[in-house]
């Protein structure tokens, strides 16, 4: 997420880190060290290297709560700490680049962060057209990769964002409209179960556990290498990256601009959007910011509208895909490489667009920050094609019909200092925000990408009611004890099992 340095200095100007715990249990490096190969790491929770020698999160809000972690070179260290783990009933989460924010996070207490920061290689197989990405990986490892060699893959757009923690849930982005999610390219995993024992899913092993995987894989293991098929370059590799900043006043034109695109947007055209509040004018900004898979002659047409509403700034220029996060809104620094910020997440999907109704949501976020001087953040609108991604067949993978139905993706960023009365504050309006825009949404039920979720929504929200019994019986199977239920968890039972009420005679 790219956001202007003055909002994010706005915000962080409160942020100040919370002491750190000292570790509850002082015995975990003997206790897990014996099992560990010669070039793992135990860091302690209280060590005062912790932030510099383990994967921070992005987010510092609701976090887990570790004793400390385990620093994995090999993947039987991977799979030893699993089964260290599960025998002295420690909790555990594997992080890859630490941009999980879910809420249902903070469910671990006293537990054992496995960091998979060893776990970073993209390989090129160009004869199979395939790529093969270590569990830690980053986006940018696997673009620098595949670029030179005439290839793309599709992805986010952040470069310090990791390669599977957005594939197991699905994976957005500005080609999906051509390629479809990153979960859609995924060819097979290596993947350790909650035995601790290594495993590879694909369509010919395994094929019920990859079906799963491919939209709710944080429930059923630690994936520590995954291969994806990859693509010949869009456009000789060359992406037309456009940006336009326009005031508050232009916001009802520009959102009938996204209405007209509902029906016709085309695969290569994407647009993104962050709404910000600038505090030196007391009011809200839009910076809008285009990319076309195409040259610039095909994409300049569809732009005409948006030259039409006079911006306050525009830049376009013709950029190598692996190079694209460079330019991308004015060539701002993303927020997303920033780390253990206080902040809220959220967010919502739309079939349609209504304007009345985003007009409306404006004024709401504008007055919301006018009345809160301590937050910052933003309001992010991302319309990609999703010709692509609805080509899939339903059966094909656990990742939701209706989601893969989503034209336009929201999130909602909110930065502030840690204090609990501001914490009500923004969830309050948060889930104002998110009700008010599923009003007009175009889905019966609410619908949001399971990355963007808060955690509070339920699974019903983060997957499809259809798929729901079907991954329920594959967590009974692989997790029955619920190991890997901290992130957007699958229940053991859909639909839930109640508990009946007991009768006179039971009491």
Known sequence: MW???????????????????????????????????????????????????????????????????????????????????????????????????????????????????????????KRKDLVTVGGGTKFEQVWDTLYPAGKEFPTGAAPCVGTLGPTLGGGIGTLQGLRGLTLDSLVSVQIVTAKGELITASKKKNAELFWGIRGAGYNFGIVTEATYKVYDATNGGQVMNGDFKFPASANRSFFEIMERFDNTLPAELSFSTIISFDRAINELVLSVNVNYYGPMDDALPYLATLFALNPLESKFVMVPWNKLYTVLFFGKDSMMCLRNLHLYTSGGGLKQTNVANFESYFEDLNQFF??????????????????????????????????????????????????????????????????????????????????????????????????????????????????????????????????????????
């Open 370 to 507: 006018r009345e809160n001087t301590e937050v910052g953040g933003a309001f992010v609108v991302s319309r990609f094609s999703n010709d692509a991604v609805v080509a899939v067949e339903n059966d094909e993978t656990a990742y939701g019909r209706r989601h893969r139905e989503i034209k336009t993706h929201l999130i909602f960023i909110d930065v502030y200092p840690d204090d609990p009365a501001l914490d009500t504050i923004v969830d309050n309006f948060t889930k104002y925000s998110v009700d008010k825009l599923h009003q007009t949404s175009g889905f019966d039920d609410l619908t949001t990408y399971v990355n963007y979720a808060n955690g509070d929504e339920g699974p019903e929200v983060w997957y499809d009611v259809d798929k729901l019994e079907r991954l329920a019986a594959l967590k009974r199977k692989w997790d029955p004890e619920e190991r890997f239920s901290f992130y957007q968890p699958v229940p053991l039972y859909w639909p839930p099992v109640t508990q009946p009420m007991p009768s006179n005679e039971d009491l």
């Open 3 to 125: 956001l202007s340095r003055d909002v994010l200095q706005h915000a962080l100007r409160f942020f100040v880190l919370l002491p750190v715990k000292s570790a509850r249990t002082p015995d975990i490096k003997e206790l897990f060290g014996p099992k560990l190969s010669p070039g793992a790491e135990i860091i302690l929770r209280s060590d005062v290297n912790w932030t510099q020698k383990v994967q921070q999160r992005w987010s510092a809000y609701l976090a887990p709560d570790y004793m400390g972690a385990v620093k994995a070179a090999t993947v039987e260290d991977v799979q030893n700490t699993v089964k260290t783990a599960t025998a002295h009933s420690i909790s555990f989460v594997a992080i890859g680049a630490g941009h999980g924010s879910a809420s249902t996070l903070s469910g671990i207490n006293s537990g054992i962060q496995i960091d998979l920061g060893n776990f970073r290689y993209a390989k090129l197989n």
